[in-house]
């Protein structure tokens, strides 16, 4: 039985045998799927549609082993038109997904996340898209099952310093104990619980810390796995002097 109209973006793409593609898809109602594209000679759909940030609409029957068979596609909006840097955060939730989820783990609020994302980035605000960009990282922690504990944190001790690693949670610290360690103030820890709760975490302060914290706790997933994205966006920050 084919599964039809499925709303899907591609997360990356590569060529498999003679006219052939692979194609990792983030789909609304099946999460991650590895999708097997026959493309013939003359074809010039494909090259235009099966890009990442078009949204689509697939149409796929189950193939061997993990890999789907793709019978169809169409698009499903007008693709993103993400500029240069913004472009380079799309990049990093993509590759975030393509390493994270696991095949056909369905994840309908993580699909609305990134989509909400991408037209974040797509505007161009900063703070909009810094919003949603921690958003987006807080949803997919939350369902790979490492969601930051929003009630333990809002009862921190405010006076006091934490560490964080995703096995020990929030440890307190002696400031002179822990000088290699990244420090966040419980005052501070607290304002961001609150903020979070309510869904408003827009202070540069908050989403500074926000990031800091979702970094520690994805880069702990993801291993000594490093993301190209981050290290291309650190090369256009520096080759612009930012």
Do not use: W
């Amino acid at each position: 039985m084919p599964n039809e109209a499925e709303p899907g973006f591609i997360l990356h793409a590569r060529e498999y045998r003679e006219n052939s593609r692979l194609l990792e898809v983030f789909s609304l109602n099946y999460g991650r799927l590895t999708l097997m594209a026959r493309l013939g000679k003359k074809t010039v759909k494909p090259q235009a549609l099966l890009q990442p940030f078009c949204p689509l609409r697939l149409s796929f029957i189950k193939g061997r082993g993990d890999i789907y068979q793709l019978r169809g596609y169409n698009r499903a909006g007008a693709a993103l038109q993400l500029q240069v840097p913004q472009i380079f955060c799309a990049a990093y939730i993509n590759e975030l997904l393509y390493y994270l989820l696991k095949p056909a783990d369905p994840a309908p609020a993580l699909f609305a996340s990134y989509l909400s994302t991408l037209r974040a980035l797509e505007g161009k605000i900063e703070t909009e898209a810094e919003s949603a960009l921690r958003s987006f990282e807080l949803q997919l922690l939350s369902h790979l099952g490492f969601g930051l504990d929003l009630q333990a944190i809002a009862a921190l001790d405010p006076a006091a310093l934490y560490s964080f690693s995703l096995s020990a949670g929030f440890m307190r610290q002696d400031h002179e104990a822990a000088s290699e360690l990244t420090l966040y103030p419980g005052a501070l820890l607290r304002r961001l619980a609150l903020a979070a709760e309510a869904g408003t975490v827009k202070e540069r302060e908050l989403l500074l810390c926000l990031k800091q914290l979702n970094r520690s706790a994805l880069q702990q997933i993801l291993g000594r796995r490093q993301l190209k994205s981050r290290q291309l966006y650190l090369d256009y920050l520096n080759i612009h002097g930012r």
